[in-house]
């Protein structure tokens, strides 16, 4: 059965630093997602990306988060200046034609130390 | 700002009976809801989707309720196994592709 698959499954950075976040979205999906859950919260959208760019986003994901497909497969999520806040794990998530009925992958713990 | 919320955020069912989750929404206009599993350390597993237009939907063993008139989504599992001990998630679509999810109820499955 087809999934989304994330690299890596944990990463430990020190507040400042930069961090990527891969993601290979299923293969025939065209909308591309990024959400992130803290420690025992509620998964939160972060931004939604659609024919190369992104079509939606949250609050959240302000100009230190960017997100990139720079490839006909992989799908990035890009921290330029990791804070502690941004500890929590990050899911990837794609979806087909009808843009519902999301996958997810495992998820990115990301840790800022 | 409109949310997505669970009733009880724990439920607690004896292995082989049924359980329902229970999920209100706030926005009058939303069209698709997702019903989520989420084992630990795991990323959400699709269960069911309804949409706005439909009252109740099933699957193998979970059959997903939608009352528009007082803004209710519930979850039926039937015949609960270990394996479906669980954090689940309702999620209501916001937006064009935006999903709003609720805090989770986390089911536990009693030998």
């Known amino acids: 059965e087809p999934e989304v698959t994330q690299t890596p499954s944990h990463q430990v950075t020190q507040m400042g630093q930069e961090v990527i976040l891969r993601c290979v979205p299923i293969?025939?999906?065209?909308?591309f997602y990024w959400y992130r859950q803290i420690l025992g919260q509620k998964v939160e959208f972060l931004v939604s990306?659609?024919?190369?760019?992104?079509?939606?986003k949250s609050e959240i994901f302000d100009d230190q988060f960017s997100v990139e497909r720079p490839d006909g497969s992989n799908f990035t999520l890009k921290i330029r200046s990791t804070k502690l806040e941004d500890s929590a794990m990050y899911f990837c998530a794609s979806s087909g034609l009808t843009n519902e009925k999301l996958f997810f992958g495992s998820g990115t713990q990301l840790s800022v130390l | 700002g409109e949310s997505v919320g669970l009733h009880l955020p724990t439920l607690s069912v004896q292995e082989g009976d049924n359980s329902i989750i229970n999920c209100a929404y706030s926005?009058?206009?939303?069209?698709?809801f997702i019903w989520y599993k989420q084992e630990s350390g795991k990323g959400p597993q699709f269960i069911i989707d309804i949409r706005s237009n439909m009252d109740k939907r099933q699957g193998q063993r979970v059959t997903v309720l939608l009352n528009k008139t007082v803004k209710h989504l519930s979850l039926q599992i039937a015949a609960t196994q270990p394996g479906d001990s669980a954090v689940y998630f309702c999620?209501?679509?916001?937006?064009?592709?935006?999903?709003?999810f609720g805090q989770g109820t986390r089911l536990t499955i009693n030998p």
């Open positions: 999620a209501e679509r916001q937006g064009a592709q935006k999903l709003v």
């Open positions: 293969s025939n999906h065209l909308y």
């Open positions: 926005n009058s206009a939303s069209d698709y």
């Open positions: 990306f659609y024919n190369n760019e992104i079509s939606e």
